[in-house]
């Protein structure tokens, strides 16, 4: 019964760390961060910590300061706010309960399966626990792929040593609330009642979940972060949110560092992601300086970060390039058939393509749906890129890791059935609507 | 309140029955049970194996044992798993490979080839061998003679990657043991088929042979060390 107590505790202490900087910011600031929903600033609160851990890692500060730091001013800000708190006016949001209640039961079952999958194994649990033994950032040379991203294993370690330096899937457990949180974070943007809205949520997490991907894998936090960064930016389509660019921006260059450290291919899901708005939503000069400056400096921080703690390894990323030119017709019909196989094997994508390309032809086409089609054809082009230039084992690694890398961007294109719905919804108001005038 | 309820309740039911399919595709209820009546340990163990797959209760029974103050070399035989040093490992202690540990040890160290159209192939793996010790023909008849080259090989790519080349020019009794003592390590991949090649057989004769089998030397033979813990097939050496 102890460990069900702790599996609890660690979940609430996930969401009191969670709850730092704009929710309990609340009442004191007049930031529009603030207008945001109670998720949105969860998952911009996430955004922050994380980015926090980042920074701690690489400078090498211990994470327990980090902690205290974290403990302190959300005390001392809960004890400030207390008087202005109306607990009169509390209401129980059952949308989050829901939220809450699908974290615990991912919980439950990853503390019940316990296994790791062969790349945790082989890499991911080492890193983690370079970190979870207080090891420095650069003592990640002596573990196999070192230049790897460390940002997931550093989160999993984070969570593992606090508060109870208990079983090490207490750390994993943060994998199971971002990825909810972010499913729950998705299907808020669509037009319907909340009672609808969790039932769209339950569909999406039932799709979509396999403990396969919370044993230690990253792909899971590629996959949560792509939904969050879809949700904000469907937001820049959104007319209502026209005056929150600057921070609609900020947020999505916090997420590009996150998913640049987390793993290799992230950096590029979000660049096509960054890239796809700049091309097709007219922005101001601003926040279109502010994205690439953004986007450049992230990008720029990787390199120099990896070249002084010589972590990169050139020698592995020459070696497992290979640009014969007579391979490449031989690897495009591999590529080809596994993609077609495992195509239909991510449900994701054969629910929401189709969903997709009717939404294209029987609405009219608006900006984020070009986004969207943008973005599908930048990510299948990735696809060939990245498998066509590796040296000779193509089909290796095309067996084992394109379903992955098909998964890790599968979330994206959840947007697809967000614009049908609004899109559905839209019209049929406007048939009711118009019925309704000829009728008076 | 209740009146709110009442008017969705059609969709409260459908969000109840989803959360109840959700429980009971992934087993929940048994899940939680087992999490309160068995503890994290036994449950770890059941997972990984204790002198299987990871190996990974012998492991840490080594661990809390010997209380070792390095990281002791891991050689998992097991090819459905990686290295399982992961469960035991010490980021502040180096790892000494004068105390080994071998995980899944098995007695005959081989590889099995079937026929495929002209050629024999065989899909096992092999990771911890230092080379070919010899070959076994299993033949339909009790002898068969052999006037060619034999080649043993991987393939990237279609092309192939030799591992072994020789002639044969012999009578080969029915599951007589022909030694080769060829020293190589490119035998061990954890990934690829390997194939047997006799160029100049006919198909007649081809279609003699039921299976080829080559038996390996072990790279870390017990013999060569002392034995300080074993289990079943899993043993720690020095």
């Given at each position: 019964m102890s460990e069900i107590i702790s599996i609890f505790s660690q979940i609430l202490f996930i969401l009191f760390i969670i709850s730092f900087p704009v929710i309990i910011l609340n009442n004191n600031s007049k930031s529009?961060?603030?207008?945001?929903?109670l998720i949105d600033k969860l998952c911009i609160n996430l955004i922050f910590l994380i980015n926090v851990l980042f920074f701690a890692s690489i400078l090498n500060i211990n994470s327990k300061y980090i902690l205290y730091l974290y403990l302190f001013l959300i005390i001392f800000l809960y004890f400030f706010n207390f008087k202005k708190i109306n607990f009169k006016n509390i209401k129980i949001n059952y949308y989050f309960l829901i939220l809450l209640l699908f974290i615990i039961l991912i919980s439950i079952d990853i503390a019940h399966e316990l296994y790791f999958a062969w790349d945790t194994k082989s890499f991911w649990f080492f890193k983690t626990l370079n970190f979870y033994q207080?090891?420095?950032?650069?003592?990640?040379?002596?573990?196999?792929?070192?230049?790897?991203?460390?940002l997931g294993a550093y989160i999993w370690s984070f969570f593992w040593k606090?508060?109870?330096?208990?079983?090490?899937y207490f750390g994993r457990i943060t994998y199971a609330f971002i990825y909810v949180l972010s499913i729950f974070s998705i299907v808020?943007?669509?037009?319907?009642?909340i009672y609808q809205k969790i039932i769209l949520a339950i569909l999406f997490i039932s799709l979509t979940y396999n403990y396969e991907f919370f044993s230690g894998l990253q792909d899971i936090l590629i996959f949560s972060f792509i939904l969050i960064a879809s949700k904000f930016t469907y937001y820049f389509f959104e007319k209502r949110y026209k005056t929150k660019l600057l921070e609609l921006t900020f947020i999505l260059l916090g997420i590009a560092n996150i998913l640049c450290w987390i793993k290799n291919e992230g950096l590029f899901f979000i660049f096509f992601l960054i890239f796809c708005i700049l091309i097709i939503k007219n922005l101001d000069l601003k926040t279109k300086k502010l994205l690439i400056t953004g986007s450049l400096t992230i990008f720029l921080i990787k390199i120099f970060i990896l070249n002084y703690y010589e972590i990169f390894n050139s020698d592995h990323f020459i070696g497992s390039l290979?640009?014969?030119?007579?391979?490449l017709f031989e690897k495009m019909k591999i590529i080809s058939l596994y993609l077609s196989i495992y195509l239909t094997q991510v449900p994701i994508y054969l629910i929401t393509l189709p969903i997709l390309i009717y939404t294209s032809f029987k609405y009219k086409m608006k900006d984020i749906t070009k986004f969207n089609l943008f973005f599908l054809i930048l990510n299948l082009l990735f696809i060939y890129v990245a498998f066509l230039?590796?040296?000779?084992?193509t089909e290796l690694q095309v067996r084992f890791s394109l379903k992955r890398v098909l998964f890790e961007t599968?979330?994206?294109?959840?947007l697809a059935i967000v614009i049908f719905i609004n899109n559905y919804l839209h019209s049929f108001n406007q048939k009711i609507f118009s019925s309704f005038k000829k009728k008076h | 309140m209740a009146k709110k309820f009442k008017k969705h309740s059609g969709l409260l039911l459908i969000i109840v029955f989803l959360l109840l399919i959700f429980i009971y595709n992934h087993n929940l209820f048994r899940k939680f049970y087992n999490i309160i009546f068995t503890n994290y340990e036994t449950r770890l163990i059941e997972k990984h194996g204790y002198c299987y797959d990871d190996s990974v209760g012998f492991l840490r029974m080594l661990k809390k044992k010997y209380k070792f103050n390095f990281n002791p070399l891991i050689i998992n035989y097991?090819?459905?798993?990686?290295?399982?040093?992961?469960?035991?490992?010490?980021?502040y202690n180096k790892i000494d490979k004068n105390h080994k540990i071998l995980l899944n040890y098995p007695k005959k160290y081989l590889l099995n080839f079937k026929p495929l159209d002209n050629i024999f192939y065989s899909k096992d793996n092999i990771m911890?061998?230092?080379?070919?010790e010899n070959i076994v023909f299993n033949l339909k008849n009790t002898n068969i003679r052999i006037d060619s080259d034999i080649k043993i090989y991987r393939k990237t790519l279609n092309k192939k990657d030799i591992i072994y080349e020789g002639n044969f020019h012999k009578i080969i009794n029915n599951n007589q043991k022909i030694p080769i003592q060829f020293i190589t390590?490119?035998?061990?991949?954890?990934?690829k088929a390997t194939f047997i090649e006799?160029?100049?057989?006919n198909a007649d004769q081809l279609a003699k042979i039921n299976s080829i089998t080559l038996n390996l030397n072990h790279e870390?033979?017990?013999?060569d060390f002392t034995i300080i813990e074993k289990f079943n097939n899993c043993y720690y050496v020095k």
């Open positions: 529009k961060f603030c207008e945001f929903s207080n090891q420095k950032f650069e003592n990640l040379k002596n573990f196999p792929i070192s230049d790897w991203p460390h606090f508060p109870f330096s208990g079983y090490e808020e943007i669509v037009k319907v009642h290979d640009f014969k030119i007579f391979n230039f590796k040296s000779s084992e599968s979330g994206f294109y959840f | 097991e090819d459905s798993v990686p290295n399982s040093g992961w469960s035991i490992y010490d980021t911890h061998s230092n080379g070919i390590k490119k035998i061990n991949s954890r990934y006799i160029s100049e057989l870390f033979d017990l013999k």
